[in-house]
């Protein structure tokens, strides 16, 4: 979504993302996150939630959204990367952990408008990283034109598309990761 900011900008970003996400507005799920109802409303995120049950019918993949509104500062500070982050996200939602290695981590990093695809050791022998890069790449145009759902949901399309064609579903098909989207 967006290029390489520098330091300075990054931690302004992820403050300001922090600070807004002092201003609760209800008792929601989604009260305390400011820049999250920017981006995605609660209909959005059962949108979302639904798109990847469904995807997982047609293979044996499984697909997990995470969004964040921000890093730790002093993660900042440590010169990670929302790259970094995602891989962090990737073992600590445990993205890896499926029985064919097929699993898939779309990670959006609200407050410095990066999103990230990362993909098990299984995909990557199919589809491979450029495949998923593009797709980050279309998620990220579709936040710049305003409309961050749609953009996400053609991700989850494209990869749905990918995974049907290299790892069909089978009789038994087990959903292993929880479909809804991780927020923090």
């Known amino acids: 979504m967006s290029k ?14 922090g600070f807004l996400d002092l201003f609760r507005i209800g008792n929601g ?14 209909k959005d995120l059962r949108e979302i939630t639904s798109a990847v049950a469904n995807s997982e019918k047609t293979h044996r993949g499984e697909l997990k959204v995470a ?50 695809t990362l993909a098990d050791r299984g995909i990557y022998k199919k589809i491979g990283q450029e495949k998923l890069n593009l797709i980050s790449t279309k998620i990220g145009e579709g936040f710049k034109s305003g409309a961050p759902k749609n953009a996400v949901l053609i991700g989850i399309k494209e990869l749905t598309e990918e995974l049907s064609k290299h790892f069909p579903a089978r009789k038994e098909n087990p959903n292993e990761i929880s479909n809804e989207p991780y927020i923090s």
């Not at 799920?29 to 409303?41: H, N």
């Not at 993660?75 to 993205?95: C, G, Y």
């Not at 064919?100 to 990670?107: C, D, P, V």
């Open 29 to 42: 799920p989604l009260s305390g996150f400011t820049l999250l109802r920017k981006y995605f409303s609660p």
């Open 67 to 116: 969004v964040e509104t921000k890093i730790p500062i002093f993660q900042i500070f440590s010169n990670k990367t929302a790259r970094d982050r995602a891989l962090e996200m990737f073992s600590f939602l445990k993205v890896w952990d499926t029985e064919e290695n097929t699993g898939i981590l779309i990670y959006i990093l609200l407050s410095e408008k990066k999103i990230v």
């Open 4 to 17: 390489n900011p520098s330091l300075i900008e990054r931690v302004i970003r992820n403050i300001l993302a």
